[in-house]
């Protein structure tokens, strides 16, 4: 690499997975690869946040983008979150961390005795609904 290179040309800075938990795609894919690290490093391993939606569903329109996004009453533009709605789930940490989308900095709060982040919160993706660009 010479000094003018970019130390991060041509590498991914940010993967996001989301995945129903009932779809079967999901299940046999990104949910089971994420279960264990391997020992082999040739192995398929898992790398980035994990955004689990408890529901069923593997068409991506129907059951992923209209959970995801849900559009308001004009059905032009993604709608805030509301009570119920997957955004604004709280994200919940596994033992890895970055499983359901949890940032896994400061997520409990004690004395509210939940957690502080919810899915919008750590998702790159909700970012940029409604054409927002993100700004780094």
């Given at each position: 690499m010479s000094a003018d290179t970019d130390e991060h040309e041509g590498a991914i800075c940010h993967i996001e997975h989301y995945a129903n938990i009932y779809d079967f795609a999901s299940r046999w894919g990104v949910l089971n690869y994420t279960k264990e690290t391997p020992v082999d490093q040739l192995e398929?391993?898992?790398m980035g946040k994990l955004f689990i939606?408890?529901?069923?569903g593997h068409q991506f329109n129907q059951h992923y983008l209209d959970s995801i996004f849900p559009l308001d009453p004009t059905l032009r533009f993604t709608r805030d979150p509301e009570d119920g709605d997957f955004?604004?789930?709280?994200?919940m940490p596994d033992s890895?961390?970055?499983?359901?989308?949890m940032d896994h900095r400061e997520p409990w709060d004690k004395s509210k005795g939940s957690y502080t982040k919810k899915m919008r919160d750590v998702s790159r993706l909700w970012q940029y609904r409604n054409g927002r660009r993100l700004v780094d």
């Open positions: 398929n391993r898992f939606n408890p529901r069923a955004m604004e789930m709280d994200a890895r961390g970055d499983r359901a989308g």
